[in-house]
């Protein structure tokens, strides 16, 4: 099945900076989207991406199918930025029974 | 409002007890979805339905069971079987396969303990 790798494992950033997060997935995929987990362990939604570029205030992602990646970028991390960070994307066909598959996560620590 | 609720938030059981966590959700879904996980970990699908009285095992279905009478409910019993139940379970939703956009939607997830 479809492998969906993330990158860093974990990131720890001084307040402030900048930092790019990276998924990789080993087939050709439909939709991806990324997820940020507060420390609740509530998983919020961040981006809806299957390709091209989106921004939302300090967070942006840009989805490149044909190479299979896509990078979560974070502007002027703040400490409420700390979390983990999944990327998932579906295992299937769009015409049958489908499944969301996760990646392993990156975790962030902002410190103030 | 419009989204997807689970309950219990917290939820301890003894050992050799079935229970049952709860997931609905209002936004006129038709596929939902059952994850496991464990601490420090990714999430791992457990069960999922893409349409009324249908449903398919994840990766990781031993030890649970669901059902899928309703559209809105999709509830999910840990059963005796399952050796290791003590995770954080969190139900999804979305729009079914084949619709345009299939972002799928998260509840706030029940912590399972067993004592």
């Known amino acids: 099945g479809i492998q969906v790798e993330q990158s860093p494992p974990d990131l720890i950033l001084q307040e402030g900076a900048n930092s790019t997060l990276r998924c990789n997935f080993s087939?050709?995929?439909?939709?991806l989207q990324w997820f940020h987990q507060n420390p609740w362990g509530q998983l919020i939604n961040l981006f809806y991406i299957p390709s091209g570029t989106k921004q939302n205030g300090r967070l942006s992602a840009t989805t490149v199918a044909t190479e299979r990646y896509s990078l979560l970028y974070i502007s002027s991390s703040q400490t409420t930025d700390s979390g983990v960070y999944f990327c998932a994307v579906p295992l299937g066909r769009m015409d049958s029974s489908y499944k969301l598959i996760f990646g392993s996560g990156t975790r962030l620590l902002v410190r103030p | 409002d419009g989204g997807i609720t689970q309950s219990p938030k917290y939820l301890f059981r003894k050992e050799g007890q079935n229970v049952t966590l709860s997931c609905e959700q209002n936004?006129?879904?038709?596929?939902m979805y059952w994850y496991r996980q464990d601490p420090g970990q990714g999430l791992r699908l457990i069960y999922y339905s893409q349409i009324v009285n249908d449903f398919q095992k994840g990766d990781i279905a031993e030890g649970y069971s669901v059902s899928r009478e309703k559209k809105e409910s999709f509830p999910l019993t840990v059963t005796s079987a399952q050796k290791n139940p003590t995770a954080f379970y969190l139900c999804?939703?979305?729009?079914?396969?084949?619709?345009?956009?299939?972002?799928?939607?998260f509840g706030q997830g029940t912590r399972l303990t067993v004592v």
């Open positions: 087939d050709s995929v439909n939709n």
């Open positions: 936004l006129n879904h038709d596929a």
């Open positions: 999804a939703s979305s729009l079914r396969t084949g619709a345009m956009n299939t972002e799928a939607f």
